[in-house]
Nanobody, 122 residues
């Protein structure tokens, strides 16, 4: 069992930056693929970024070049650095963990955090 707790959300102006953190419980954190999904009002939950156990990363086209995912296995923590934020980035952001490497769709997720709100004003 893995428990995920996000922090770092908030309100920011367009063009600004935020850093999300996700603290994970469990002794097998380093073996999981970790990632972030988001859900905007009235829209489906969507993939944002993932990082594999070996540190390899993959991003959604909408976040590539602006967002950076990283992990610290010694601290059981995964981060999402979000730069050049846009109003369309406004959503609830969820930290996720998956036993498999894929982690691109909601069906690939084994564990979800409770979510943290990110609001980008224009």
């Amino acid at each position: 069992q893995v428990q995920l707790v996000e922090s770092g959300g908030g309100l920011v102006q367009a063009g600004g930056s935020l850093r999300l953190s996700c603290a994970a419980s469990g002794r097998t954190f380093s073996t999981y693929t970790m990632g972030w999904f988001r859900q905007a009002p009235g829209k489906e939950r969507e993939f944002v970024a993932r990082i594999g156990p070996n540190g390899s990363t993959y991003y959604a086209d909408s976040t590539k070049g602006r967002f950076t995912i990283s992990r610290d296995n010694s601290e059981n923590t995964v981060y999402l650095q979000m730069n050049t934020l846009k109003p369309e980035d406004t959503a609830v952001y969820y930290c996720v963990a998956g036993r498999g490497f894929r982690l691109l769709q909601t069906v690939d997720v084994d564990y979800w955090g409770q979510g943290t709100q990110v609001t980008v004003s224009s």
